[in-house]
């Protein structure tokens, strides 16, 4: 009864590759994010969707694509990986603000990408 | 955009002993995350406390909104304490709802 799950949680492969990290939320929540953690831990948002529509897309490269089949789901594919893209990337799920009251974000386990 | 800062950066404590950590910020927040992450890189939600205080076991959390801090207090330290600590916020302006985090705080505890 996980509430927001990530897979895989490790996926170690070769540059040039291309590789998707799904995420899904059994909260009801209306907004999923991806942020992405770099090898000295800082944290920064990559994305936002809001109902399946995306909302923030701060400056990440164009070969990252999000997709929100659903809003329950946000999966990350990314394309032609690089060694920089090395990193932990998490996943997480709130309620729209002032929806019902303000509530936190709920995170994923986690996605751990090593390229090689 | 909004700026985060944590302090101290690094921390080392002996068992057993108390410590204060320290979050930041530059503008009015809607949404105040502490988050401890564990040494199997999990982040573990804390506290939800954009005012207050809260108390969750020997963890408690003191947000001050008009004056634009929060802390975090740890008593009676144990080595599972240990990890990095988080202070993410989300501003209260602006539509869409995305937490800034700080650069986090590296707390050891040793045996």
């Known amino acids: 009864d996980t509430a927001v799950s990530q897979t895989p949680k490790y996926l170690v492969t070769q540059m040039g590759n291309d590789k998707s990290i799904k995420c899904e939320q059994n909260?009801?929540?209306?907004?999923m994010y991806w942020y992405k953690q770099d090898s000295k831990k800082f944290l920064k948002i990559m994305f936002s969707?809001?109902?399946?529509?995306?909302?923030i897309n701060e400056t990440v490269p164009n070969r990252f694509s999000p997709k929100s089949p659903d809003k329950a789901h946000l999966n990350l594919h990314i394309n032609s990986l690089e060694l920089g893209d090395s990193a932990v990337y998490f996943c997480?799920?709130?309620?729209?603000?002032?929806?019902?009251?303000?509530?936190?974000?709920?995170f994923g386990d986690g996605t751990r990408l090593s390229i090689l | 955009g909004i700026q985060v800062e944590q302090s101290p950066p690094d921390l080392i404590l002996q068992e057993g002993a108390n410590s204060t950590l320290r979050c930041n910020f530059s503008?009015?927040?809607?949404?105040l995350q502490w988050f401890h992450q564990n040494p199997w890189g999990q982040l573990i939600n804390l506290f939800y406390i954009p005012s207050g205080t809260k108390q969750n076991g020997r963890l408690s959390a003191t947000t001050v909104a008009t004056e634009r801090y929060s802390l975090l207090y740890i008593s009676s330290s144990q080595t599972t304490d240990s990890g990095v600590y988080f202070c993410?916020?989300?501003?209260?302006?602006?539509?869409?709802?995305?937490?800034?985090f700080g650069s986090g705080t590296q707390l050891t505890v040793l045996p």
């Open positions: 909260l009801g929540h209306d907004t």
């Open positions: 997480a799920s709130s309620p729209n603000r002032g929806r019902i009251g303000n509530q936190p974000q709920h």
């Open positions: 969707y809001n109902n399946k529509e995306l909302i």
């Open positions: 993410a916020v989300e501003p209260l302006s602006g539509s869409a709802r995305q937490l800034t």
């Open positions: 503008d009015s927040v809607n949404n």
